[in-house]
């Protein structure tokens, strides 16, 4: 796991981003695309003079729910949703993630087994995650995937 973030204080980032996902966007079928920053490490950002200055430039300040860099991630999320939908794509982000309910994006929640994706509402798919950064060996993983196939398979039943 890595605590290195694309810097959110830098335009340079936003046009490097929308560069790659205007290519990549073509690649991929799908109008979803799972962007992550689920569990983002935001000590970088609070360290960064660029993102502090983003912070003070966009007047996010701690609330008392949210960290100024919580915020910040916030923006970022909505950002890269906007370079999505000028793509044709539609974010997914985790539930109750800052820019999760903005109306661009559908949201996903998930019970450890598997994950359902909801947008305006209604279930519009589901998914399995596996992620591999804590998972030591082809056999660990196996046994994980098998143990999360049973419980897709029924839900999607």
């Excluded at 996902?21 to 079928?29: C, D, K, N, T, Y």
């Amino acid at each position: 796991v890595s605590e290195q973030l694309i810097c959110a204080g830098k335009e340079e980032s936003y046009a490097f981003l929308e560069s790659v996902i205007s290519e990549v966007a073509g690649l991929f079928p799908s109008e979803y695309v799972h962007v992550g920053f689920r569990d983002c490490l935001l000590g970088e950002w609070e360290k960064c003079p660029d993102c502090q200055k983003m912070i003070g430039t966009l007047g996010l300040h701690g609330d008392g729910r949210r960290s100024a860099e919580e915020q910040l991630l916030g923006y970022f999320k909505a950002r890269v949703s906007t370079m999505l939908a000028a793509e044709g794509k539609k974010a997914v982000f985790c539930s109750g993630t800052p820019a999760a309910d903005d109306g661009r994006a559908a949201t996903m929640c998930g019970n450890g087994e598997y994950t359902e994706i909801h947008e305006d509402g209604r279930l519009a798919g589901l998914q399995t995650d596996i992620w591999t950064e804590y998972i030591s060996s082809p056999e660990a993983l196996e046994e994980t995937l098998l143990g999360r196939l049973g419980p897709l398979s029924e839900a999607q039943w």
